[in-house]
């Protein structure tokens, strides 16, 4: 057998990056849309984008965060991922889909698991890779997930 033919995952997997593979991600800073600390553009996009609209769409929160980062003066364009195809029309939490329809019913039981990643870089020099608000996002992120979600502490890992 071929060990190095992938499987899919039984999880319906979707990451939204801060930027292309070619692209860096950018510092926010402090003062942007009410930042008090260091924080990510990115971040700081998707906090803009989701706050009072939790039923967004994969498509509409796309295109909020990307133009909040260029009306804003960034250059970085956030992707979408997934190991499975998405109606771009659905909401990116589907359990805050406004439709009238309801989810087709569950092939399996539903977990949700979510995780954050923060890394500053202090061993590089300002100007040279350091960011400073990685960790400041990975909190901002488990405060979205549990205060807008309603995620479970057990259902966040933090690396």
Known sequence: ???????????????????????????????????????????????????????????????????????NGFTQIPQLSSEHSLNLTDAFMPEFQESGSPPPPATRTPVRKAVTIGINYYCLAMGQGQLSGCINDSDTMINILTGVFHFKESEIRRL
């Open 1 to 71: 057998e071929d060990s190095s033919r992938k499987v899919p995952s039984n999880g319906d997997v979707i990451m939204l990056s801060g930027c292309k593979d070619s692209q860096t991600s950018a510092d926010a800073g402090v003062g942007l849309a009410g930042n008090s600390s260091p924080a990510g553009a990115m971040t700081t996009a998707f906090k803009h984008a989701i706050q009072g609209y939790k039923s967004i769409s994969f498509h509409h929160l796309v295109v909020a965060v990307r133009g909040f980062l260029k009306t």
